[in-house]
């Protein structure tokens, strides 16, 4: 590898480490996801990955302490991974167009996990034609305890058909091809979450399944 190459390798990592600080304290600092809950990563174009560290606030990322790990989610440097590393390599093995994921704990999106009767294989109803484009369907993967590595089959089983999932009880976990779309996509999650709440029992007037799906495209 020539030197320009391995300065674009650098560069590249350099750029993603500074984005992750950024769009984490963003969301943060918006109240989308509290403590030292959330965690965001990226696919570097070598195939590494960079991710926030265990234990970490989205708030307060140090982009010099990201976690890096390679393709097969083996620790390279930097601080230990997030315990929710498992979350984030099941949307890249499955998705070969993912090029990052962000899964918080944001409050309306964790509301709606917790709803009873809701329809298991797409949560949430095509409140708006953004919401449509930018998540489609929001498949609900059933609760599973902190640690239990049945969540990554769970997830895992899903992620092919579905860039977004929704852990009961927990939260959501979006895919994007770039970390810009995963968040876009993420706000657009919680703001419908948060207006199907704010509906509560009115009788609401969703998109038609045609028109969503003349969104969704073929
Ligand atoms: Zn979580």
Avoid: W
């Avoid at 984005?19 to 600092?29: K, M």
């Avoid at 601080?79 to 979350?87: G, N, Q, S, V, W």
């Avoid at 949430?124 to 930018?134: D, E, G, K, Q």
């Avoid at 927990?170 to 706000?187: K, R």
């Amino acid at each position: 590898m020539g030197f320009a190459a391995v300065t674009g390798v650098i560069s590249e990592a350099t750029r993603t480490r500074d984005l992750i600080a950024q769009v984490g304290r963003s969301l943060f600092d918006r109240g989308l996801t509290p403590g030292s809950s959330g965690n965001i990563s990226v696919r570097l174009s070598d195939g590494s990955m960079l991710m926030t560290p265990t234990g970490a606030s989205l708030g307060r990322l140090d982009p010099a302490r990201l976690s890096h790990l390679d393709a097969r989610c083996n620790h390279l440097s930097g601080d230990k991974p997030t315990k929710e590393a498992f979350l984030h390599s099941c949307m890249y093995c499955r998705r070969k167009d993912a090029g990052a994921v962000v899964h918080l704990h944001s409050t309306h999106a964790v509301a709606v996990s917790m709803l009873a009767g809701v329809d298991a294989a797409d949560v949430l109803p095509p409140l708006t034609a953004y919401y449509v484009m930018r998540v489609g369907r929001l498949p609900l993967i059933p609760y599973h305890a902190p640690g239990d590595r049945d969540l990554a089959l769970a997830v895992d089983a899903q992620a092919e058909r579905n860039h977004a999932v929704l852990l009961a009880n927990h939260g959501p976990v979006v895919a994007g091809a770039s970390l810009l779309d995963a968040q876009y996509a993420m706000e657009e999650l919680e703001e419908t979450a948060r207006l199907f709440l704010l509906l509560g029992d009115r009788l609401i007037r969703p998109l038609t399944p045609d028109q969503a799906d003349a969104l969704r495209g073929p």
